[in-house]
């Protein structure tokens, strides 16, 4: 395993574990790639796994009943994994696909994360935080991403300037709550700024 990569793993949250943790959770692990806008959980799939993003740019979708609707991006160092898939053994209500560019995981089975948490302290600890530090990140986006089109666009280029060019326009425009021929508007404006 890259051992630059499992330190940027090892912190990407508040609570550090230890080296010999990292590397149980790196031996549980296997290394799967994604086409670009290939499938990785799919709507009614059930997988119970967990995912690092080591890299690429996964998009994580949901239907609103009357379109699909871009719920947010997973970026390198990401942790995720469809939370009714693993905690209820429920059929995804997300989608989760590569974007435009092809996508490296790791794959945690729950059979093998089951056994670390069980095993190590040290990793339920680390994986308490990391949840805990998704809720935090869900507040921050409500307000970072918020306010008229055009903020949430100037937002979104100043903290995460590399969504523009992997994510399809459609994708884009979803995620900002507008229609894509208000997204080009709103870009064609910009640059003559």
Same mark, same amino acid.
């Given at each position: ?5 499992? &330190? ?9 574990? /230890? ?10 692990? *296997? ?16 997988? +119970? ?6 890299? %690429? ?18 970026? +390198? ?26 996508? $490296? ?6 059979? &093998? =994360?089951?056994? =670390? ?6 990793? !339920? ?5 990391? !949840? ?5 990140? $869900? ?7 918020? %306010? ?8 979104? =280029? ?13 994708? =884009? !425009? /979803? ?9 080009? &508007?709103?870009?064609? &404006?910009?640059?003559? *700024?």
């Amino acid at each position: 395993m890259d051992h630059f990569f499992l &330190k940027k793993i090892q912190n990407i949250s508040t609570y550090v574990p /230890s080296d010999s943790t990292m590397e149980l959770l790196f031996e549980s692990t *296997e290394e799967i790639t994604l086409s670009p806008r290939e499938i990785l959980i799919g709507y009614g799939m059930t997988d +119970p796994s967990l995912y690092i993003v080591k890299d %690429g740019l996964l998009q994580l979708l949901y239907f609103d009943g009357e379109k699909e609707v871009t719920f947010g991006f997973a970026f +390198p160092e990401t942790i995720l994994c469809s939370p009714h898939c693993l905690y209820m053994h429920q059929p995804s209500l997300l989608q989760i696909e590569a974007c435009k560019i092809s996508t $490296s995981l790791l794959k945690v089975r729950e059979e &093998k =994360l089951n056994l =670390l948490l069980e095993k190590s302290h040290d990793f !339920a600890q680390w994986m308490f935080n990391i !949840a805990l530090g998704q809720f935090y990140y $869900s507040e921050l986006k409500m307000t970072s991403i918020s %306010g008229h089109t055009e903020e949430k666009y100037k937002n979104l =280029l100043k903290i995460r300037p590399d969504i523009i060019n992997a994510v399809s326009a459609n994708r =884009l !425009a /979803s995620y900002l709550g507008v229609t894509p021929s208000w997204l080009c &508007k709103l870009r064609k &404006k910009m640059l003559y *700024e």
